[in-house]
């Protein structure tokens, strides 16, 4: 059975940084790209990020809002993909969820439970 | 960006009666292998969003077949034909034909 478990979350503040990992299970990891999508408390889901598989290249797509500020990496023998995120803002608190990727197009087959950021002083 | 608007925002819907929720985008999401890569996705509280339908009309296994999905240019609909309590939920339409995905807003479904 397919898994995906997101961890790395917690209290942060402003201007700092956290690496969140994504860590799936019951597929081969290595054959999928993976998505971040994030959701802030009382809002609705926002596309964060997405990394290729290392078949197509392992390269990676932004948002504009985190452009510049995160970065997504995988580690395929490990089964884990990274979000790191670098000064962060109080805007970034929200429920970050990683998505596998079945073939092109954001079509998001199976998604983590999500971890919670806070941003904070 | 692709704006996608999804309307109404706030469905409320007696139980067994159908529902309807449009998404409309901002532009074609035909890409260039022909496929339209629109998606809709369901939240019921607390939980993780879980993929309902992908590529406008493709039903997810498991996801019982009162759920359909269509398009016409550049709108697209999920249809529930008989609203049950387990369909509570936000449901979001989401494209990924153009960089960076995008979704709508969400339409939140409540039981009247």
């Known amino acids: 059975e397919v898994h995906l478990v997101e961890s790395g979350g917690g209290l942060v503040q402003p201007g700092r940084s956290l690496r969140l990992s994504c860590t799936g299970s019951g597929f081969t990891f290595g054959e999928y790209a993976v998505s971040w999508v994030r959701q802030a408390p009382g809002k609705g889901l926002e596309w964060v990020g997405f990394i290729r598989s290392k078949a197509y290249g392992g390269t990676t797509e932004y948002a504009a809002s985190v452009k510049g500020r995160f970065s997504i990496s995988r580690d395929d023998i490990n089964n884990i993909a990274y979000l790191q995120t670098n000064s962060l803002k109080t805007e970034d608190t929200a429920v970050y969820y990683c998505a596998r990727e079945v073939g092109y197009g954001g079509n998001l087959d199976y998604w983590g439970q999500g971890t919670l950021v806070t941003v904070s002083s | 960006d692709v704006v996608l608007t999804q309307s109404p925002l706030s469905l409320p819907v007696t139980l067994g009666q159908p529902a309807s929720i449009s998404c409309r985008s901002s532009?074609?999401?035909?890409?260039?292998?022909?496929?339209?890569?629109l998606h809709w996705f369901q939240q019921r509280p607390g939980q993780s969003p879980r993929r309902l339908i992908y590529k406008v009309s493709n039903r997810d296994s498991g996801v019982p077949d009162r759920f359909s999905g269509s398009e016409s240019g550049t709108d697209f609909t999920l249809k529930i034909s008989r609203v049950e309590a387990e369909d509570v939920g936000v449901y979001y339409c989401m494209q990924g034909t153009h960089w960076p995905r995008t979704f709508g807003q969400g339409t939140k479904l409540e039981i009247k």
């Open positions: 532009q074609s999401l035909v890409y260039s292998d022909g496929n339209t890569y």
